[in-house]
């Protein structure tokens, strides 16, 4: 089984608005820890967002934030006030705490955003 | 700043080639792992290393092996380059579980063509 899902390949959103990326997830363990990654076309990988399975509040970093729910195994994040330099692939990322150091990486989803 | 660096940014090898990627981190991280990259595919682990002379095969090693001699440098070797080979290649590093969010540092990539 996919231990993470990103089921939007691609996403369009217009400027100025906000959007959200879906991310589901698989594991028993009951430590972990959720994070989100940026793409631009020049490739390199650029960390967003982190979410503990601990963590009681949703993560929020400047104009990202995490909607972390725990029960329903989902950590989408959330892009406030689009802006065209977050037109990049991104990608949801889990470590299991208790099974090693292995990073798990969903599809990827590609947003576009429209002035 | 954490620094992750690789040896080439653009790679062309013909078949048969045996292949050196070269990954070097600053940062004293224990952990360090190498991806491959192909679009609709997201990220798949080929091996990744704990610590140094250890390392543990992940979802797609087969054509592949790596070497770790020293902590701050993790190399991945093709033994003989195929056409199939041809991806970006995506090292990262990250410090032990547990140590914070401990997220994965990424290097700039390398784009190998195999010919």
């Known amino acids: 089984a996919q231990k993470i899902t990103q089921t939007q390949p691609g996403m369009f959103v217009q400027e100025k608005e906000a959007v959200t990326l879906d991310c589901t997830y698989d594991?028993?363990?009951?430590?972990?820890?959720l994070f989100w990654y940026k793409q631009p076309s020049s490739g390199e990988m650029i960390f967003l967002i982190y979410q503990g399975s601990y963590d009681q509040q949703n993560a929020t970093e400047g104009r990202y934030s995490l909607n972390f729910q725990k029960a329903r195994k989902s950590a989408n994040l959330v892009i406030s006030a689009s802006q065209l330099g977050d037109s990049a692939m991104y990608f949801c990322?889990?470590?299991?705490?208790?099974?090693?150091?292995?990073?798990?990486f969903g599809t990827g989803t590609s947003l576009t955003v429209i002035p | 700043d954490v620094k992750v660096t690789q040896s080439s940014r653009y790679l062309v090898k013909r078949t048969g080639e045996k292949v050196f990627l070269e990954c070097v981190q600053d940062?004293?991280?224990?952990?360090m792992f190498w991806y491959r990259q192909d679009p609709g595919l997201g990220l798949r682990l080929i091996y990744f290393?704990?610590?140094?002379?250890?390392?543990e095969k992940g979802d797609i090693p087969e054509g592949y092996s790596v070497s770790r001699e020293k902590k701050e440098r993790f190399s991945l070797i093709l033994e003989s380059a195929s056409t199939n080979q041809t991806s970006m290649y995506l090292c990262?590093?990250?410090?032990?579980?547990?140590?914070?969010?401990?997220?994965?540092?990424f290097g700039p990539g390398t784009r190998l063509t195999v010919t």
């Open positions: 940062m004293d991280h224990e952990n």
């Open positions: 594991t028993s363990d009951p430590s972990y820890g």
């Open positions: 290393s704990y610590d140094v002379k250890m390392k």
């Open positions: 990322a889990m470590r299991e705490d208790n099974t090693g150091n292995q990073f798990y």
């Open positions: 990262a590093s990250s410090p032990t579980a547990g140590q914070g969010k401990s997220e994965q540092y």
